[in-house]
């Protein structure tokens, strides 16, 4: 066995008990994720996408120094502000005069 196999068994069992932790291999949790009423299983395929492209991007930053940090820095940014519905609004300006005479 390799270093990756050894690494990569490592990595599996790490996310199994991720996910038993999660509670996301749970029938209730699967079935509200079928009817969109649960959206736990969603949050955590996410969040695992997320790590997957920060570390495709380090590695491939590490490689060739192409990359620039810009793009390590982005999926951080970008994915907690759209899981939490993106930028909000600014608030209705107050007036600063009356208009009553």
């Not at 029938?27 to 695992?48: H, N, P, R, Y």
């Not at 759209?82 to 107050?94: D, E, I, L, M, T």
């Amino acid at each position: 066995m390799g270093t990756d196999q050894i690494l990569g068994l490592v990595t599996g069992i790490f996310f199994g008990f991720l996910l038993q932790k999660g509670r996301v291999l749970r029938f209730e949790k699967q079935v509200g994720a079928m009817l969109l009423k649960d959206m736990t299983i969603l949050k955590f395929m996410l969040s695992a996408i997320m790590v997957a492209i920060v570390s495709a991007f380090g590695k491939a930053f590490n490689d060739n120094r192409y990359i620039s940090v810009v793009w390590l820095v982005l999926p951080l940014i970008g994915v907690p502000v759209a899981a939490h519905g993106g930028p909000r609004p600014a608030p209705a300006a107050k007036r600063c005069w009356s208009t009553a005479a």
